[in-house]
Each structure stands twice: as structure tokens, then as C-alpha cells.
T-cell receptor, first 114, second 115 residues
Framework: DQQVKQNSPSLSVQEGRISILNCDYTNSMFDYFLWYKKYPAEGPTFLISISSIKDKNEDGRFTVFLNKSAKHLSLHIVPSQPGDSAVYFC?????????????FGTGTRLTIIP | NAGVTQTPKFQVLKTGQSMTLQCAQD?????MSWYRQDPGMGLRLIHYSVGAGITDQGEVPNGYNVSRSTTEDFPLRLLSAAPSQTSVYFCASNPRAQGQGNEQFFGPGTRLTVL
């Protein structure tokens, strides 16, 4: 039972354009959501997060949008750069003390075409 | 700070052998966890610990043991390696401070092959 789903295994985007990565979740108890970026042969690195009390969080070129009613979140990267080529994982958890376990999606491989 | 470190980077085992994957962090984080990454499966939680002396099972704990005798170290033991345990293993930590987010910091990973 996949509680966090990333339905697009791969995505190719032209350099300079917007990249949109999507993530859906089924567990209503999740109220904290994160995006991680992973390069080959390296560990995942934290990118951006959002609490369920917000619907948008922005950090430079990266913006995460949360639609709680649809149980959907998305990561927007604008403008996309070649260094953004990586695998992106969506993750979810509770936000309470004691609910730190992260549940990950299966990842989306983003390729930025120069 | 070195952050989260893992050794070894690569390991090849024969079926039935045992080994320990090492993980250490120097950030005084209370929460530590082990994940495995397999193609098309994302990262799946094996075991986790909320502090020294406390461990619990994650999503895929069978065939693995952990212990947490110090805040810094969280080793993962494979008792009798099986080909199904061929994977990339990541250790992660989190400060677990009230009011902070659940961002976990990951190590560089150990690539394990079981023949």
C-alpha cells in the first residue's frame, strides 16, 4: 500500500523552463511534507518542506504547493538549470513530536535539456 | 561537522554471511534511521531510534538488527545475508527538537551486493 505516490518516473524539461513534479498521498494523518533531491552515488539532500497549515512555501527557484483537499503536492522549479537534473523524492510525516518517520514516494527522475 | 558518515561505501557478501553497516553522526541528533533504496521502490524505512537505548521497527525490518548504545552511532546488522538484501542503504538523522521540521540528514550510502 503506497501511501505516497509519484506517478511520473521521469520528466524532461528544457533549460530555462518550469519543471513541475507531482506527488499524491493517501494518509490523512500526514501533515508535514518534504522534497529531497538525489544525485547518483550520493545520499538524498533536503530541498524544501511545507506544513499542512500552509498551501505554499517558496525558497529561491523552488516552490512547493500543497492542496490538502486533493491530497496533492507539487514542486515547481523556475527557471530549470542543468544542475537540477537529479531524482526527486517526495516524503511525508506527522509533525508531532514522536511522528518523525518519513514515508517516501518512489521518485521522479528529472532531466534538464540544455 | 562531518555530518552523517557511513562505512563501508561498497560491500559484496555471499549468501549466509553476516556483516555490520556502520553509521555515525556528530550533530548530537536524537533521531536516527536506516533506509534501503531499491529501483522503483523509493526509500523504505528499516529501523529507527529516537535516542540511545531505544529502537523500533520500520516498514521492512526482517533480516536486520540494530542497537543504539550511544547518541552518535547506529549500526545496522545483517544476520544472514540474502540476495534480496542487495540494495543501497542510507542512514539518516534528525535533531528531533520540538517545533522544528522533520528534515532528516542523510549519509552517502552503502551499496551492498549479496551473491
Amino acid at each position: 500500500d503506497q501511501q505516497v505516490k509519484q506517478n511520473s518516473p521521469s520528466l524532461s524539461v528544457q533549460e530555462g523552463r518550469i519543471s513541475i513534479l507531482n506527488c499524491d498521498y493517501t494518509n490523512s494523518m500526514f501533515d508535514y511534507f518534504l522534497w529531497y533531491k538525489k544525485y547518483p552515488a550520493e545520499g538524498p539532500t533536503f530541498l524544501i518542506s511545507i506544513s499542512s497549515i500552509k498551501d505554499k512555501n517558496e525558497d529561491g527557484r523552488f516552490t512547493v504547493f500543497l492542496n490538502k483537499s486533493a491530497k496533492h503536492l507539487s514542486l515547481h522549479i523556475v527557471p530549470s538549470q542543468p544542475g537540477d537534473s537529479a531524482v526527486y523524492f517526495c516524503a511525508a510525516s506527522g509533525s508531532d513530536f514522536g511522528n518523525e518517520k518519513l514515508t517516501f514516494g518512489t521518485g521522479t527522475r528529472l532531466t534538464i535539456i540544455p | 561537522n562531518a555530518g552523517v558518515t557511513q562505512t563501508p561505501k561498497f560491500q559484496v557478501l555471499k549468501t549466509g554471511q553476516s556483516m555490520t553497516l556502520q553509521c555515525a553522526q556528530d550533530m548530537n541528533h536524537e533521531y536516527m534511521s536506516w533506509y534501503r533504496q531499491d529501483p522503483g521502490m523509493g526509500l523504505r524505512l528499516i529501523h529507527y531510534s529516537v535516542g540511545a537505548g531505544i529502537t523500533d521497527q520500520g516498514e521492512v525490518p526482517n533480516g536486520y538488527n540494530v542497537s543504539r548504545s550511544t547518541t552518535e552511532d547506529f549500526p545496522l546488522r545483517l544476520l544472514s545475508a540474502a540476495p534480496s538484501q542487495t540494495s543501497v542503504y542510507f542512514c539518516a538523522s534528525n535533531p528531533r527538537a520540538q517545533g522544528q521540521g522533520n528534515e532528516q540528514f542523510f549519509g552517502p550510502g552503502t551499496r551492498l551486493t549479496v551473491l
